[in-house]
């Protein structure tokens, strides 16, 4: 087995800072809400002289624009397990850690090329979606997250792709980087014992007795003496995501780069599901508990972050929002099954299909649903009430036959002699007579011979001429 893991250092300050380009001067605080302390700061409060550990207080004095956040543990639980879906796309095995993720990668490696593309997909995925992560390479998941773990100390491990290389690799590696309680970290210490190898070495009976089953089992699930089994992550039926906002943001165009993170992270759950989405609902929230809600439709299942952000922008300009957006929020009740689009030099049938759809969909997003609508059959035989207006748009209105997609408002008396009728030149009849008798029953009756016709520099048309005139003739429509 192969694993990588994916450590989050300062979770808290990237929730929120993932949402903006450029974020003010922030921190991230915990502790007693009568005074409480200094978590994380970001660059630009750290500019300013703020550090962890100093009192809320303290760092405003020092930054008098700062924000202060009070951390959420339950948001960023929430964070960890929508990343974990969107890993999902790279494999079925991903589960989560306090602060950061495993995946089981040995099954995908030659999907993706390798571990090196695959491990270039995924950190340039995690940057997409605004995360900085560290990565650990191991064929035991702990010893993956060791790895991780030592990158977020500067601590340079090459990755290890054998159990027998191992050894070798955890060596140098100090024990601080193991999950062991203080006291242990402590009593290990005193005895000179800092390093991995210090502690592989020691007598197992020993090793127990001294400091507990518990810290033994764990360095052999470390070295992969014993299995170290993982429960992968099962996502929810429904994707629910939610963004905060640095700060308020006024207008569409400040919330476009936040929810494209937001967009990306759901195209790549969904992909790992092999699903989409056939409605969406984008929520913005603004101060006061408002919030704006906007209902995405898909004639298909869609799951593209591109395709489903211009149709958001679009609908996005055609509204007013009441007051500046401080959150977004994604909702999809429900998933469908979602095949891959297929792409090729030569486009298909069903290629045109699609991108027909997709242009519909985006006309209709910029100009309204009851500005863009096709043209479909109805059931009457008069050509001039054989077509309903469609929304949405279906694939054809005529299917082939000798029927003009163009007909005239009202049909035009053409001029006739004992030769028959002409229009720019004498008209040939190609086909015909198709005999149209029907109406009687409203009122607006119709009994015609119609007939395909051609001038003489080519051009074709459909016309008729009266049953009950025979020598009335109309032209009615005009084949392209």
Not at 6 to 29: D, F, K, N, T, Y
Not at 56 to 73: F, I, K, M, T
Not at 106 to 121: E, H, M, N, P, V
């Amino acid at each position: 087995m192969l694993w990588v893991a994916l450590e989050l250092p300062e979770l808290p300050l990237q929730l929120l800072e993932r949402a903006s380009e450029s974020a003010p001067p922030l921190v991230v605080s915990e502790g007693p809400s009568q005074r409480p302390i200094v978590a994380c700061a970001n660059d630009a409060a750290q500019v300013a002289g703020v550090r962890e550990g100093m009192t809320v207080a303290a760092a405003q004095a020092l930054a008098g624009s700062l924000r202060c956040v009070p951390r959420d543990e339950a948001a960023e639980r929430e964070a960890l397990e929508r990343l974990a879906g969107w890993a999902a796309q790279f494999t079925s095995t991903v589960s989560l850690e306090p602060t950061g993720l495993v995946l089981e990668i040995s099954g995908s490696l030659r999907l993706f090329g390798g571990l090196g593309k695959l491990l270039a997909a995924l950190k340039g995925g995690v940057r997409r979606l605004g995360f900085s992560a560290t990565y650990g390479v191991a064929p035991t998941p702990l010893a993956a997250r060791v790895f991780a773990r030592a990158e977020v100390r500067g601590i340079a491990v090459r990755s290890c792709t054998t159990l027998a290389d191992l050894p070798a690799r955890l060596a140098e590696l100090p024990l601080f980087l193991l999950e062991w309680p203080g006291r242990t970290q402590e009593t290990l210490a005193d005895l000179g014992i800092l390093r991995a190898r210090d502690a592989l070495a020691l007598p197992r009976s020993g090793f127990a007795q001294r400091f507990g089953p518990q810290a033994l089992a764990l360095l052999d699930r470390l070295a992969g003496r014993v299995p170290d089994p993982r429960v992968p992550y099962e996502p929810p039926a429904r994707y629910k995501a939610r963004l905060e906002l640095p700060a308020e943001a006024d207008g569409v165009e400040a919330i476009l780069f936040p929810l494209r993170r937001l967009l990306a992270e759901m195209e790549g759950t969904l992909r790992g599901r092999g699903a989409g989405v056939q409605g969406l609902d984008l929520v913005l929230e603004h101060p006061g508990r408002r919030s704006t809600r906007l209902a995405l439709a898909f004639p298909t299942p869609e799951r593209e972050a591109d395709f489903i952000l211009s149709i958001a922008r679009e609908r996005l300009g055609r509204t007013e929002l009441p007051a500046p957006t401080v959150a977004l929020r994604l909702v999809a009740e429900r998933l469908q099954s979602c095949a891959p689009r297929e792409t090729s030099w030569l486009s298909g049938r069903e290629e045109k299909a699609v991108g027909r759809a997709r242009l519909i969909e985006r006309l209709s997003a910029r100009l309204g649903n009851p500005r863009v609508f096709g043209i479909a059959l109805a059931d009457d035989h008069r050509p001039e009430r054989g077509w309903r207006s469609s929304n949405p748009a279906p694939r054809s209105a005529w299917d082939g036959g000798a029927r003009p997609a163009w007909l005239l408002n009202r049909p035009q008396r053409l001029v006739a002699g004992a030769a028959g009728p002409s229009l720019q030149g004498k008209l040939d009849l190609v086909t015909g007579p198709e005999r149209i008798e029907t109406g009687w029953w409203d009122g607006e009756p119709v009994s015609r011979d119609y007939f395909v016709a051609a001038n003489p520099t080519g051009e074709t048309y459909w016309i008729y001429r009266e049953r009950r005139e025979p020598g009335a003739w109309y032209l009615h429509g005009v084949f392209a």
